[in-house]
């Protein structure tokens, strides 16, 4: 006796027929809603071999906002890109578009100020995207090291600075933010449900340089993490089954109050409804099908409604 199980995005399919058992699940894409309360990134690093340092409290830090898109197949995950993990405007800062002087809204807001250097930054409209190979999730937890950020290009992410060396040269400019960093935290990314949302936790290392006077001369690195939020969906996996003589037992996941029901075939092209609609009370349900004697094969697959 065969029991072939696919666990599918619009449900769960078994065939009972003679043979061996397979399974296999195919992707979802899930649109993660970034937690901006708890998505946060501080960005770090020197000029001209200098650290650079706050123009003000709290402005090389800022909380992210936006979307991140991810393929999410049972026990793996991809990001596919077009996601959209935005810094939000955390004060005014030096200089302003272009490195005029002034002060404008701006992302972040560092400088360097001593006896040798007097320069400023702020960078704006800093936008990522983020993409990854397939990667496996186990007990909730997959590799951040495989994340590739990269700045948006359409978002014109940059960077306005000011500076004046002393016994030397001065001036100001602007740079578009581009390229692609990967992550360098020694941390593993989490996906876990928690009650009725799917929480997705990034931990987040990268790094940058641009050049101002000499090549590489700014160094840059974000750090911090980032948190997605999204409505849980529980696939309707077969989870267990049994033959009893005459009848099929099997269990899926379910949602507690989800309406569903069964569907049989015989050919994958006609799916005429079992006499068996039910509503989920637990996040397993349990049913029994009677097994027609005359037929060879017989398909059953499992419908939210």
């Given at each position: 006796?065969?029991?072939?199980?696919?666990?599918?995005?619009?449900?769960?399919l078994?065939?009972?027929?003679l043979?061996?058992?397979?399974?296999?699940?195919?992707?979802?894409?899930?649109?993660?809603?970034?937690?901006?309360?708890?998505?946060?990134?501080?960005?770090?690093?020197?000029?001209?071999?200098?650290?650079?340092?706050?123009?003000?409290?709290?402005?090389?830090?800022?909380?992210?906002t936006?979307t991140?898109?991810?393929?999410?197949?049972?026990?793996?995950?991809?990001?596919?890109g077009?996601?959209?993990?935005?810094?939000?405007?955390?004060?005014?800062?030096?200089?302003?578009?272009?490195?005029?002087?002034?002060?404008?809204?701006?992302?972040?807001?560092?400088?360097?100020?001593?006896?040798?250097?007097?320069?400023?930054?702020?960078?704006?409209?800093?936008?990522?995207?983020?993409?990854?190979?397939?990667?496996?999730?186990?007990?909730?937890?997959?590799?951040?090291?495989?994340?590739?950020?990269?700045?948006?290009?359409?978002?014109?992410?940059?960077?306005?600075?000011?500076?004046?060396?002393?016994?030397?040269?001065?001036?100001?400019?602007?740079?578009?933010?581009?390229?692609?960093?990967?992550?360098?935290?020694?941390?593993?990314?989490?996906?876990?449900?928690?009650?009725?949302?799917?929480?997705l936790?990034?931990?987040?290392?990268?790094?940058?340089?641009?050049?101002?006077?000499?090549?590489?001369?700014?160094?840059?690195?974000?750090?911090?993490?980032?948190?997605?939020?999204?409505?849980?969906?529980?696939?309707?996996?077969?989870?267990?089954?049994?033959?009893?003589?005459?009848?099929?037992?099997?269990?899926?996941?379910?949602?507690?109050?989800?309406?569903?029901?069964?569907?049989?075939?015989?050919?994958?092209?006609?799916?005429?409804?079992?006499?068996?609609?039910?509503?989920?009370?637990?996040?397993?349900?349990?049913?029994?099908?009677?097994?027609?004697?005359?037929?060879?094969?017989?398909?059953?697959r499992?419908?939210?409604?």
């Amino acid at each position: 006796m065969r029991i072939r199980c696919e666990n599918l995005s619009f449900g769960a399919l078994l065939s009972v027929g003679l043979g061996l058992l397979v399974a296999s699940v195919r992707a979802e894409l899930v649109q993660f809603t970034m937690d901006q309360t708890k998505s946060s990134l501080t960005i770090s690093g020197t000029f001209a071999g200098f650290a650079i340092e706050p123009q003000g409290t709290g402005s090389l830090m800022t909380r992210y906002t936006g979307t991140i898109e991810a393929d999410v197949a049972g026990s793996d995950i991809q990001f596919v890109g077009g996601s959209i993990i935005a810094a939000i405007t955390n004060g005014n800062w030096e200089p302003v578009a272009g490195g005029a002087q002034g002060s404008a809204p701006a992302n972040y807001g560092g400088e360097v100020v001593n006896l040798f250097v007097n320069g400023k930054a702020a960078l704006r409209e800093v936008r990522f995207d983020l993409t990854s190979d397939v990667l496996p999730v186990s007990n909730g937890t997959f590799n951040a090291q495989a994340l590739l950020f990269n700045f948006i290009p359409a978002a014109g992410s940059v960077i306005d600075y000011s500076y004046s060396i002393t016994f030397g040269s001065s001036g100001s400019g602007s740079q578009v933010l581009v390229g692609v960093a990967t992550n360098a935290t020694s941390t593993n990314a989490m996906l876990v449900v928690q009650g009725n949302e799917s929480l997705l936790t990034i931990p987040v290392d990268i790094s940058g340089s641009l050049t101002v006077l000499n090549p590489n001369d700014v160094q840059y690195r974000f750090r911090g993490q980032l948190v997605g939020r999204a409505a849980a969906s529980v696939p309707l996996q077969i989870t267990s089954f049994r033959l009893i003589p005459g009848q099929l037992n099997f269990t899926i996941a379910s949602i507690p109050g989800q309406a569903y029901t069964i569907l049989s075939s015989t050919n994958l092209v006609d799916w005429p409804e079992v006499v068996d609609q039910f509503t989920a009370t637990n996040s397993l349900s349990e049913r029994t099908i009677a097994l027609p004697a005359h037929l060879p094969q017989q398909y059953f697959r499992t419908r939210e409604d």
